[in-house]
């Protein structure tokens, strides 16, 4: 028999489930706190439940449905983590640790479907949809290794296309939010699609007040087309009307993402056009440079060709910040993670 995750459940759907063990709903609160706050993993060290009912989840459920395969260290502390899911498959997170805050990368799906072809994620195709038990399991995993370092932020930027898989990526949020769980602001939870319009309004609507981050990489439709074949499906003038949107019934800022790659999209006159496109619209962007990829022949950009991009947007008013790069020396960063 298939044990249940409880990284997969909200509160009120744990207590539904406790009654099968006749245990008071308070049990819960307990369980939870045990999982979450002192990131104990093994029942028979939860001290403060009855025998019986540590007997009892340790037969019928599992506190997370992932097993760690192999950690990754990079020169600046960044950690790569490639789990195994309960049905074999691979996936990576990565824990990103700074002053004052940590951060963990989640996935959504075991590969991606979208194929952006500057992307690891893509390269082997999509296998399947991640539930919401194994997206928070990762957090929940990571967090065990770092208890003295706690975990602050949470983006959904791993592999797979996190809109794709909605209903599982809200339930994860909804159970990283819940303070009886992980407990994390909505403000701190970043999920980043390559954009889905319909998907977008249908989150815009769910009031919860997290960060949304949407893919753009070009201004152009007929380069971001090659870029992202999601493209020719939702171009950029029904992109950039959903995204406006989003933002009149959220009254949210988005953050429009753009990898800058050498010799593609990075010139004087795609900043240009980029400026113009985001000029009517409240958003920032946030600069990638290029992170490169086994079996891709795309180059990274210079700093300075990062400097000359970011100055044109800023002298069009346009709020924008440049993503550090952290842990590519393990395969880590941004646009790199590709297991399956």
């Not at 245990?23 to 819960?28: A, D, E, I, K, L």
């Not at 963990?104 to 082997?124: D, K, R």
């Not at 990829?293 to 210079?302: C, E, K, R, W």
Request: glycine share 6%; net charge positive.
């Amino acid at each position: 028999m298939d044990k249940k995750t409880i990284a997969g459940f909200l509160p009120e759907d744990l207590i539904r489930e406790f009654k099968i063990f006749s245990q008071p709903g308070y049990r819960v609160g307990q369980l939870l706190c045990w999982i979450y706050k002192k990131h104990i993993l093994d029942f028979s060290l939860m001290t403060d439940l009855p025998e019986d009912l540590r007997f009892n989840l340790n037969n019928f459920m599992q506190p997370v449905s992932l097993s760690l395969r192999k950690e990754s260290v990079s020169a600046d502390k960044t950690v790569k983590y490639v789990f195994e899911t309960g049905t074999g498959e691979l996936i990576e997170s990565v824990f990103i640790p700074l002053q004052k805050r940590a951060t963990v990368c989640v996935s959504t799906q075991v590969g991606c479907s979208f194929g952006c072809i500057f992307c690891a994620s893509g390269l082997n195709g999509l296998k399947r949809n991640l539930s919401a038990g194994e997206i928070v399991s990762q957090l929940v995993c990571i967090q065990n290794k770092h208890p003295l370092n706690p975990i602050t932020n949470v983006v959904f930027m791993g592999m797979g296309e996190p809109l794709s898989n909605y209903e599982q990526t809200l339930k994860a949020v909804r159970i990283l939010n819940n303070p009886e769980c992980a407990g994390l602001g909505a403000r701190k939870i970043t999920i980043s699609t390559c954009g889905l319009p319909d998907k977008i309004l249908q989150l815009s609507k769910e009031k919860i007040q997290i960060e949304l981050s949407i893919s753009l990489h070009s201004a152009d439709d007929a380069l971001r087309d090659k870029l992202m074949p999601v493209n020719k499906i939702y171009p950029i003038e029904q992109l950039i009307m959903c995204a406006k949107k989003y933002t009149e019934i959220t009254q949210r800022i988005i953050t429009f993402e753009y990898v800058l790659i050498s010799g593609i999209n990075a010139a004087k006159h795609d900043a240009l056009k980029l400026a113009k496109l985001l000029a009517p619209l409240r958003c920032k962007v946030n600069l990638i440079p290029f992170n490169p990829v086994q079996g891709l022949d795309f180059l990274p950009v210079s700093l300075s060709q990062v400097n000359i991009f970011k100055s044109i947007l800023e002298n069009k008013r346009i709020n924008v910040t440049v993503r550090r790069q952290r842990g590519v020396d393990v395969q880590s960063a941004c646009g790199q993670l590709v297991r399956g």
